[in-house]
């Protein structure tokens, strides 16, 4: 009878925890709880004990891309620049290229988010990190970066710039005038998608390098 | 040493607190009034949840202490090393509190000493006791170094270090000795034990078991830590560690149906009895269910499939242990044993002080991180790391 | 040299008058009140079965080899020259590891007790080492528990049973019992019916886990060799790498120079 008992009550504490922690997803995804500087291309760095970063993309660029489902990550040991295009998410048929947030050398790839694309999408600011890069002008860069409470008043305003961005679409629109960010790669044009990128992930003809 | 944020009541606090306060009040009363007033212990049942639970379940689940120590130490696996000191802190907390459910469970604790100076070599209990004093030592000075560099005594952390190596294969003698002996406790009892759970391999099946929960532990703390402090779970190191439960499990599963073929015990699986239905809850709850579970890649590489299958993989240990001290050998419906409302306080009790011990612990010593000096250490595994990344 | 001695209980012979109980209470110092098992103030008890017809006395059976001696941590218990299994108080802790191990499940707790104590049949040492027979065999007016050395008891057990094949069965309950016991039972109903654990090990119950803890310091010793050797041949990889890694280490430094 007490096996019952103790198996009982290990599975209602587990439930309750369960409970308790889907009524907080919301803050402990948020990039503020742990010191992260924001990219305005929408990728994030992260400093690392050992003086590395890493490198991944933030929460607004996953779910505007969608489930990513392949990767193309730099060489080993090749030079990243702040601002310039350093790695592609592919999504279905669409690749975007994105901005690195530092500039250094890549010292490590993430291999499980190499194996697991789509750990990105479940874990942007954790484990599906992309990069780990050793930085040569750290302190400098960081004043470009936004971190702590206006990074996440920046992340709302892309929100809203998104939804300006498609207020003449109203089928991607939500009745309250958000957008329906699921799968929105696969539902505009290819020219917005285009435009999309450029505005969002601030890549063009000058970033893109080499 | 900064306790800011100690007194700070969150949902986890509040329940932990009342465990523990409820937990103490019920152990004054069992001192107070005796086991007789206080357990529904009897001389039929002499055996109830603080062995069955708090003594086999706790050292079954310090087994993570052993196996990363000896992954990382014996094997030089140095990938493994971030997890190894929160997992030495857990066995060392797990010790602690096997020796507090003892002392509450013993007849006459003040006389426990008398296991030091009368020796009967030839009682698995002795082995018992002489495993937990010197195992919770060697763990006590594993873990020592945590204290020490945080407090700069810089010569007793040189003395420590220099004798890691042995202290640690010293621990994996008396930690496999240990599990090992808690089953052979029971090598003693043929009779009244259903023959589900007796076998003359019951160490060995003890010693499989809590490898694969002392490794289910590693993983289920990493994720509650990481929930707690905010820290970013080691998936990958967790993932392989879910592919060495892989093959534990279906080890001891090999193992367990063979021996139940071979004592011709695999008729009494599916009978409807009592003891059948525990059984077929133990294994396929806790055995086969995470077996095939962390076999998939899929499960293996996210978090929550990961942490659910661990929590299986506990669950079923749990089952092992209580139904090898305490179902098999109740009878349906003229013995049964339901602990009592203050046996079930002291163990509650126990469990969130353990809970709450590692998160000070974890909190304000450096558990997580590695000491500044030993970042050269850490650094070797990066080369295996690069190498094993650069697939392009 | 006390020949090791023992009871012989005829369950064919009782009357159920309940003697033995009254006089292993009043030998014992034990409360004279009803009981309904063994218990820590009830050494012995008499169980009817078959509608109050047939009574089986139950008690300690001193074993031969007992299992308690050999499970006890501290060596609380010990058997004596007389065939006496006794209990120390002074060295007992109170893991009731005894009370788990006993084959009969006969030794009791004094459960209401802050200083519990283990209490069980002592065989009466105190009045055998005085060259008495034990109280119990002393009051039962029928004959059906008689004291005795354990080999002349075995004898004339199986005397009986030869001299009325069909009033017993062919079986000596004690005789090989976890490895022989004391006390010895007769009877005409088969004992499985009659409450006796019939699945006990006829070999000598300490041997089971003997046959493990006895590897114990062999295994110790070979993993301590295992885990050094294992260790050495890893160390060295470790420096290896650890040389390796220095080396990528510095190809990184110069490559950024360049």
């Known amino acids: 009878m007490s096996a019952i008992l103790a198996l009982a009550t290990i599975i209602v504490l587990m439930v309750v925890g369960l409970i308790r922690h889907s009524s907080h997803r919301a803050t402990i995804a948020s990039p503020v709880i742990v010191k992260r500087y924001i990219h305005p291309g929408h990728t994030w760095v992260r400093e690392t004990e050992d003086g590395d970063v890493l490198v991944g993309i933030d929460d607004f660029a996953q779910s505007l891309i969608g489930t990513i489902d392949g990767l193309v990550l730099p060489r080993l040991l090749r030079r990243v620049e702040q601002g310039k295009v350093a790695w592609k998410v592919r999504h279905g048929s669409r690749a975007v290229p994105m901005v690195c947030p530092v500039s250094g050398r890549v010292v490590e790839k993430n291999g499980m988010v190499m194996a697991h694309p789509a750990l990105v999408n479940s874990s942007p600011y954790g484990d599906g990190w992309l990069i780990r890069v050793r930085p040569s002008r750290l302190p400098a860069q960081l004043h470009n970066l936004i971190t702590g409470k206006s990074a996440q008043q920046w992340l709302d305003g892309a929100r809203a710039q998104l939804a300006r961005f498609f207020s003449g679409t109203p089928a991607l629109m939500y009745q309250d005038g958000g957008v329906i960010l699921t799968d929105l790669a696969d539902r505009c044009s290819a020219e917005e998608w285009e435009k999309l990128v450029s505005e969002f992930f601030l890549v063009d003809e000058n970033t893109k390098q080499d | 040493m900064k306790f800011e944020g100690i007194f700070k009541l969150t949902f986890w606090k509040a329940v932990a607190i009342v465990l523990m306060a409820t937990g103490f009040a019920a152990a004054i009363e069992r001192y107070a009034l005796g086991l007789g007033a206080t357990t529904n212990l009897k001389d039929t049942f002499p055996w109830g949840i603080w062995i069955g639970f708090d003594i086999l379940v706790g050292v079954g689940l310090a087994a993570g202490g052993f196996t990363i120590a000896a992954t990382v130490y014996i094997f030089g696996i140095e990938r493994f090393r971030p997890i190894l000191r929160p997992t030495i802190l857990t066995a060392f907390l797990g010790y602690l509190l096997v020796i507090a459910g003892l002392m509450a469970d013993l007849g006459r604790p003040w006389a426990i000493w008398h296991a030091i100076i009368m020796w009967n070599p030839h009682s698995v209990m002795f082995e018992v006791a002489w495993c937990v004093m010197l195992y919770t030592t060697v763990l006590a000075l594993e873990f020592s170094p945590v204290i020490l560099e945080h407090f700069k005594l810089q010569r007793t952390l040189r003395v420590i270090k220099a004798i890691t190596i042995p202290l640690v294969i010293l621990g994996v003698i008396l930690s496999t000795l240990h599990q090992s002996s808690l089953g052979s406790l029971f090598l003693i009892i043929p009779g009244r034990m259903h023959p589900l759970w007796y076998s003359n391999i019951i160490p060995f099946l003890f010693i499989i078991s809590c490898v694969a929960a002392g490794l289910a532990m590693t993983i289920i703390e990493s994720f509650l830590s990481s929930r707690a402090f905010g820290r970013e779970v080691e998936l990958p190191l967790l993932s392989e560690i879910s592919r060495v439960i892989v093959v534990v499990l279906a080890l001891y599963f090999t193992v367990r149906v063979q021996d139940l073929m071979s004592r011709d015990a695999l008729k009494y699986v599916f009978m409807p009895t009592y003891q059948s239905g525990m059984f077929l809850v133990e294994i396929i709850l806790g055995v086969l269910l995470p077996f095939c579970l962390l076999l998939s890649r899929k499960v293996r590489s996210s978090k929550t499939g990961l942490f659910y299958s661990a929590v299986l993989v506990l669950l079923g240990f749990v089952a092992h242990r209580m139904n090898t001290a305490i179902t098999s050998m109740e009878h349906w419906p003229d013995r049964l044993y339901v602990p009592s409302v203050q046996e079930l306080c002291v163990t509650l009790g126990l469990v969130a002080f353990g809970f709450t011990a590692f998160a000070f612990v974890a909190r304000y010593f450096n558990v997580f991180g590695e000491a500044p000096h030993e970042v050269d250490e850490i650094r070797e595994d990066q080369p295996a790391e690069l190498t094993h990344a650069s697939f392009e | ?258």
């Not at chain 3, 012979?13 to 109980?21: A, K, Q």
């Not at chain 3, 031969?64 to 010990?78: D, Q, R, Y």
């Not at chain 3, 009370?99 to 009045?127: H, N, T």
């Not at chain 3, 803890?213 to 993993?223: F, G, N, R, T, W």
């Open chain 3, 1 to 258: 040299m006390l020949k090791s001695k023992g009871l012989l209980i005829d369950i064919t012979r009782c009357v159920g008058c309940h003697e033995c109980e009254r006089a292993c209470a009043e030998a014992n110092r034990l409360p004279q009140e009803p009981a309904t098992d063994l218990s820590a103030r009830r050494w012995t008890y008499l169980k009817s079965y078959n509608d109050e017809t047939v009574f089986v006395r139950r008690l300690c059976m001193h074993c031969n080899e007992p299992t308690c001696v050999s499970a006890c941590l501290v060596g609380a218990f010990t058997k004596t020259e007389t065939g006496a299994v006794l209990y120390d108080e002074s060295k007992c802790i109170g893991c009731r590891y005894c009370m788990q191990a006993c084959p009969f499940e006969v030794p009791r707790y004094e459960w209401g007790s802050l200083a519990p104590k283990i209490q069980k049949c002592r065989l009466c040492y105190e009045r055998i080492a005085g060259g008495g027979q034990t109280a119990c065999a002393e009051a039962c007016p029928a004959g059906a528990t008689v004291f005795g050395n354990r080999d002349d008891l075995i004898r004339e057990a199986r005397a009986r049973i030869d001299a009325n094949p069909g009033g017993y069965v062919d079986y000596i309950y004690g005789l090989s019992e976890a490895g022989g016991t004391s006390v010895l039972f007769l009877s005409a109903i088969p004992f499985e019916k009659l409450g006796f654990p019939m699945n006990i090990p006829k070999e000598p119950i300490p041997d089971l886990s003997w046959r493990v803890l006895s590897q114990v310091p062999k295994y110790a010793v070979a993993a301590g060799v295992l885990l050094f050797g294992i260790n050495w041949i890893t160390a060295r990889r470790t420096d290896v790498a650890r040389f390796e890694a220095e080396e990528r280490r510095r190809a990184i430094t110069e490559h950024r120079e360049r």
